[in-house]
């Protein structure tokens, strides 16, 4: 039961450059989408969220895109540090369903010097 | 800045033994969740609390599990008889508020650090 997909396990990135996440979800009823970050050791930290009414969220260096139509949302880092290597969980919950957070399983951030 | 705490860190029981974990929540909130995650997987969901009582429960949440909220800070999780299978980082969060009236930031929920349970 992949509601929330994450393809890339990992993704490495040079310092100072862009980091874009991806992520895709197949149920049309999830009207808020989140991103987490966690790192070893560590419980997941809540980085960004984005509601379905809208298509862009940033703060900061970070920028939340969602394409309703596609089913996909991103997460863009600008510029990537080095203190930006954790996992990054997609996450999403459904309308009327507020209590449940669906996770995807992750990508894994390294940030390269 | 406040947090979620969970203890212990790490919990080793034998198969069959009842286990607890505990967890702090952030002292305003007032929306509680248990999570976990098996080592390679994703995080998922198995209660949410609110008002005394369950709000809603995954199919993982079987009869063998059970929340308390004993006193006015603290929030359980309770396994009665442990399985090998049990065994997984178990998250904590709380939430200032659920989404009645809408989406705010007060309904995100804020984890714990943990707890990983071993089951021998």
Redesign the interface.
Known sequence: DQQVKQNSPSLSVQEGRISILNCDYTNSMF??F?W?KKYP??????LI?I?SIKDKNEDGRFTVFLNKSAKHLSLHIVPSQPGDSAVY?CAASLMN??????????TRLHILP | EPEVTQTPSHQVTQMGQEVILRCVPISNHLYFYWYRQILGQKVEFLVSFYNNEISEKSEIFDDQFSVERPDGSNFTLKIRSTKLEDSAMYFCASSEAGVAGGRTSTDTQYFGPGTRLTVL
């Not at chain 1, 369903?97 to 992750?106: L, M, S």
């Open positions: 009207d808020y989140l987490y050791a560590e419980g997941p930290t809540f969220s509601s969980f369903r507020d209590d449940k957070i669906i996770f995807g399983k992750g």
